[in-house]
Structure formats: C-alpha cells, structure tokens
C-alpha cells in the first residue's frame, strides 16, 4: 500500500451489519496512519436501504460506496460512479480478476468497464448445527425428507424466495434470463414445486424471514437442525458470537451437477464520480480489495472476503471453523444473475410473485409465467 496522500476526508457509506461496517472503519483506520491528514468516515444503512436504496441518493454526498452487483447496469448508465478501470492500477486490476471468488469481481463490469471492486463474497449455502444434525443433505430428496421431520428453517422473505428459485433454475441447467428470456415453463413448475415441497414444512416465520434471522435462530435455539440455503455469514462460523456456532455446508443439489447455480450476492467498493479525491478514494479501494488486506484486517475486523486467496487462507478458515473451505466449491461455481438498467425494480417485483405462490396464493404455472412476464417488461425498459 502506498504511504503518500493528501490529506483530506473522506466519507463512505456501507450496510448495517457488523460484518459490513466494523471492516471498513477499520481498514479506513490503517489507510489513515499511512496517509497523514486523510481521513475516511463510514456510515450505515439498514440491510433493507442497502438493497433498495437508489445510487442517485447517495452518489453527490460520499466519496465512497459499498454496493451490490445489480446496481451496476443502472450505475453505468447514470454516469454516477468513477470506472476503475485505466485509472492507473491496471495490473492490480488483472490480479483482482485472478484471484476472484467465482464471479465477484466479474459481476462489478458492464459494459466493458469496471465499476466497483469486489470485497465481500457470498452467494446461498447450507448452514447447520453440528451437534443437532447427523448428516448434512447434499442432494433436494434429503432435503425433504429432512423437512418432514421439522428439522428445516428456511428464510423465506420475498428477495430470498426468489434467490432460492434462481439458484435452482441453475442448478438443473436452466439459468434465469439466458438467451434474453425468463425461465422454461415446465422447468419453473417443476422448481417451485420442489421448493413448496420443503416450503409446507418450515415455520411460519420462515415467511418473512431474512438469512441474518435464521442464523440467529439456528445459533441460539436447538428445534432445528438445517438451512438448505442462506446466504452465508462468517460471524456465526466464529467461536463466541453467538451462544452456538453454525457451521456451513456446500448448497444441497437438484440437478446432477452437484453445488452448481447459487446466486452469487456479497458487495464491492464503487467511488463516486463527483469525488474531489479521485485518486486517494481509488488508492483505498484498491487496497481493501487486494489479497493482503483481504486475508488480514479485512477478515481480522470481521470482514467476509471476496479475494479467493483469503478464501483458501488456512488462517481464515481456522478462525471460522472452515466456512471458506467448506462453501468454496458452491461459490466457484455460483451464477450470476442478469445486472441490466431495469433489473433492480423488477426483483422487488419477481419477489413478490415468488412469495405469493410460496403462501399459497398463486399456483407455480402462474407464477413462473408472471414472474417471466415482469422480466421482459424490465428488459423493455
């Protein structure tokens, strides 16, 4: 990391949860006691801002941004963020690419540009207690069976319902969107029935539910046993975070291709356009991407990384009771969901399809030709 800077302050926003924000006020830390004069501030907004809260109301008041991959069809169309590709860090930008946890650096590039740094990873895996759960399900069948036998919590709220069902258009070689279109009819029928199969035999609350609520109730109760897919969270993997430690497992499978087709999720860093700090702003970006600080204060401050070399770090996965290790298969092998301008309303809406038929109030044929429908519409736009 460079040791020069002018100095200047620096603010940044990033989501809500110990595992977005403790890293970066820690990294910005660090950056500082080698950039005399410059300071980097972090704020936070809930997980729910996070995913929903539009770039344009945040781009003209932080240098820094922590977003998602969907965001970037709408980014590189607005003219909002700083491409950080040819801003004079062209090798560390091959590295990044080298060294990405299955699609996550890929996923910040439209339109041949680069337009953020991934520095989180995470895309939907099985988590389970180990005292409670004898053996893990590799495959949907066990799943069920696992189900009937109220051993099941599944977080259910709208956007996650409908991670769920791309995740398992993928996993059995059908992929949401490809060719420009939604999903096979048959193929969606046969998804959804499969997921309303576990669906009837989960909690209630499983409903409306998030993965941070399952984690929860997976660590710190003992009814149930397994969560065939949540997007993962190192923290609960961590020795006394929790009164119970989860363990994490590869997603079980539907197909024939094994851990194949979890949609891939997790953050990266963006610089917004109107920055009077350009280079500092990028410098730090950078650095917080790059495998040293990946596998060191990022991870160290409670951070998920996003680089593949802290994924395979024997520290890292020492300290999380092999979470990496155990989950790298499914995120080399994730799927990544379409990014185009439109994407984003058109999720809350899919959503919200998937989740009635899930509640009973839409049959699956309905829902996979609505949910198709709501797509071509988005593709319009």
Known sequence: ??????????????????????????????????????????????????????????????????????????????????????????????????????????????????????????APVAAYRPDLLEAVPTTWPAVIALAERSQVIWPLLPINALMCYFTLLANVGEPFGRDQRGADVATGVQVLGEMLAVARHVPPACLSMDPIGAYEWLACRTSHAYVPFLYGYTNYSRAGFRPHRVRVADMPALGNNGPVGSAIGGTGIAVSAATKHADLAVEYAYWIASADCQRGAFFESGGQPANRLAWTDAECNRVTDGFFRDTLKTLESSWLRPRHDGYMPFQDIAGDIVHACLTGRQTPEATVRAVNDAYERSLAQ
């Open 1 to 122: 990391m460079a040791t020069t800077g002018a100095g200047c302050a620096l603010k940044g926003m990033t989501w809500d949860h110990v595992r977005g924000f403790d890293p970066m006020v820690a990294t910005a830390e660090i950056f500082a006691e080698t950039h005399p004069g410059t300071t980097i501030s972090w704020e936070k907004r809930s997980l729910q801002a996070f995913a929903d809260r539009p770039l344009e109301a945040m781009a003209n008041d932080y240098d820094l941004m922590v977003i998602d991959h969907p965001h970037v069809g709408s980014a590189a169309r607005s003219g909002l963020l700083l491409a950080l590709d040819g801003a004079g860090h062209d090798d560390a930008l091959a590295r990044l690419a080298a060294e990405s946890c299955g699609p996550s650096h890929p996923s910040y590039v439209f339109g041949d540009r680069q337009w953020a740094l991934a520095i989180d990873a995470a």
